[in-house]
């Protein structure tokens, strides 16, 4: 499997704030993706990051909220701009499995950012 | 449009016990595949299985087992002789078509009492 490091794994921020979310993987990889969970629920897929392209947002999602940046293939950063308590959740990255690492079409995930806005 | 249905939203066992958690999917794609994840409570999320939608062999691995059905759109996971790691909230998912990105069902929380 790919491992994937998140930072940070917790933060507490204040409103009106921003805060930008690191993920690294071991191993270069097409595609990278961005999920939100919010407290209590399931998975939410914020964007696509691609490398040498723009992110593609999901509805709901906007890039003035969420952008994202992917400079190469084995790093991305997704910042929570102006944040507010609606915005407290986990934000996980993923990836797919790289090339001879894993089934394919196989998705890992990082060990989640947990944010907490007061 | 993909969706995923965890009806169960938790279920509590004794330790020992055997407990099924329940999936549905839908998708109107022949080319999908199925995930299992673990999330414990530290809120990794860990890679159980995947299946894809032209194996219908069940698999299983320790205690853990799973039923696939096509027929009933089904994805069924099993653990056997439960323990108190086992604690965790389980999510399927889907993935189809020429997307990669996954759909995830609500999760369903499962406790295991020691």
């Known amino acids: 499997s790919a491992v994937i490091s998140q930072k940070p794994s917790r933060d507490i921020c204040q409103r009106g704030t921003s805060l930008t979310i690191q993920c690294q993987v071991d191993s270069q990889v097409t595609m990278m993706f961005w999920y939100r969970q919010q407290p209590g629920q399931s998975l939410t897929l914020i964007a696509t990051?691609?490398?040498?392209?723009?992110?593609?947002?999901e509805s709901g999602f906007v890039i003035d909220k969420f952008p994202i940046s992917r400079p190469n293939l084995t790093f991305s950063t997704l910042t929570v701009s102006n944040m507010s308590p609606e915005d407290s959740s986990i934000y996980l990255c993923?990836?797919?499995?790289?090339?001879?690492?894993?089934?394919?079409?196989?998705?890992?995930f990082g060990e989640g950012s947990w944010l907490t806005v007061v | 449009a993909q969706k995923v249905t965890q009806a169960q939203t938790e279920i509590s066992v004794v330790e020992k016990e055997d407990v099924t958690l329940d999936c549905v999917y839908e998708?109107?794609?022949?080319?999908?595949?199925l995930f299992w994840y673990k999330q414990p409570p530290s809120g990794e999320l860990v890679f159980l299985i995947r299946?894809?939608?032209?194996?219908?062999q069940n698999e299983i691995s320790g205690r853990y087992s799973w039923n696939f059905q096509k027929s009933t759109s089904s994805f069924n996971f099993t653990i056997t002789a439960s323990q108190v790691v086992d604690s965790a909230v389980y999510f399927c998912?889907?993935?189809?078509?020429?997307?990669?990105?996954?759909?995830f069902g609500s999760g369903t929380q499962l406790t295991v009492l020691p």
């Open positions: 998912a889907l993935n189809s078509g020429s997307a990669r990105q996954l759909t």
């Open positions: 998708t109107r794609d022949t080319t999908y595949y």
């Open positions: 993923s990836v797919d499995a790289p090339p001879g690492r894993g089934s394919g079409n196989t998705i890992y």
């Open positions: 299946r894809n939608s032209f194996d219908e």
């Open positions: 990051a691609n490398q040498g392209s723009e992110a593609t947002y």
